[in-house]
């Protein structure tokens, strides 16, 4: 009588993926999965947990378990790669910067500068003319002092003295609103 080979019990699916699962992970980050390397074999074990309650059967397990590891790395990546196309289109659209961050001043500083500018308006009405003016010009225009003092008829030092009042009272009130 032969004897017939004694057939040696296949280790289940999750006894394999708990044993490799260093070794998994190891291929994972040298695959280039890096941070998501764990997210990744999450996911594998999630699949391997359907696919075994599915009733799957598998023939080599452990080739199994990487080739999954392999797929789910390459959905990966392209999903990186479709993210950092859209957030490129999106950027080229919209004008941003940086991608997934607004240029645009969130809503509280907005407000905040408006009032800052809203103060900066009364007070220079305060001073009346011809300082706002030639602050206004010089500051907000660009027009040089000599051409102002040219325009209104008036010496360079006149220009320069209505300006520093304005520069004065401007001072006052940035230390005003810091108090």
């Given at each position: 009588m032969t004897e017939e080979p004694e057939e040696h019990p296949r280790p289940s699916l999750e006894a394999l993926f708990s044993e490799n699962r260093t070794?998994?992970?190891?291929?994972?980050?040298?695959?280039?999965?890096?941070?998501?390397?764990?997210?990744?074999?999450?996911?594998?074990?999630?699949?391997?947990?359907?696919?075994?309650?599915?009733?799957?059967?598998?023939?080599?397990?452990?080739s199994y378990v990487y080739r999954l590891l392999h797929n789910?790395?390459?959905?990966?990546?392209?999903?990186?790669?479709?993210?950092?196309r859209r957030d490129?289109?999106?950027?080229?659209?919209?004008?941003?910067?940086?991608?997934?961050?607004?240029?645009?001043p969130a809503a509280d500083r907005i407000l905040l500068a408006r009032e800052q500018l809203a103060s900066v308006e009364r007070k220079l009405?305060?001073?009346?003319?011809?300082?706002?003016?030639?602050?206004?010009?010089?500051?907000?225009?660009g027009v040089t002092q000599p051409k102002i003092a040219e325009e209104m008829e008036m010496g360079l030092s006149t220009v320069e003295k209505h300006l520093r009042k304005a520069y004065r009272a401007l001072i006052e009130l940035m230390e005003a609103a810091d108090e």
């Open positions: 070794r998994l992970l190891s291929f994972l980050r040298h695959a280039g999965a890096g941070d998501q390397a764990e997210d990744l074999l999450q996911e594998a074990w999630l699949r391997l947990d359907a696919a075994l309650a599915a009733g799957t059967l598998v023939n080599e397990p452990l789910l790395l390459l959905d990966w990546r392209r999903g990186e790669i479709r993210a950092r490129g289109s999106w950027a080229d659209a919209t004008g941003s910067a940086r991608p997934g961050i607004s240029d645009e009405d305060e001073l009346g003319e011809p300082t706002a003016g030639i602050f206004r010009r010089h500051r907000l225009g």
